[in-house]
């Protein structure tokens, strides 16, 4: 089997960072500036105003202090909310009879980003081989689908192998 089912984790490189931080700082011209949109707060209930900036894959700043940060495409989002992605930190794709990546399909235009995945129901059925296709299919969502290894697989060997 694969062991790599950590490929959707970016590390960023010392130079990314350094270029990340200029953007910040307002030293170096954003990819992207996206302007006239309310970001949602999370920690705090309210909602910030101001532009929202990107550099690469990354936000590098936001807050009513870009106006005027250099960009190299201006988007305005005429008064949308931006919101962060949800997380559901674990949850059981197999039950809803679909695969990871028809589950993605549903799931991810309506928000939600990260998924922590126990595929312990296929596992009981197919073993290894039903955890690692459940692993392939994952690596093809764009949906960040993270599995965990089930600490009760099987329930009770030689007793229970249905879903």
Known sequence: MNNSINHKFHHISRAEY???LAVSRGDAVADYIIDNVS???LINGGEIS???VIKGRYIAGVGAEYADAPALQRIDARGA???PGFIDAHLHIESSMMT???FETATLPRGLTTVICDPHEIVNVMG???FAWFARCAEQARQNQYLQV????PALEGCDVSA
């Open 18 to 20: 350094q270029e990340l």
């Open 39 to 41: 970001i949602l707060d």
């Open 50 to 52: 101001g532009p929202i």
């Open 81 to 83: 909310t931006a919101v």
């Open 100 to 102: 990871p990546v028809t």
């Open 128 to 130: 290894e081989a039903g």
């Open 150 to 153: 089930s600490s009760c697989v």
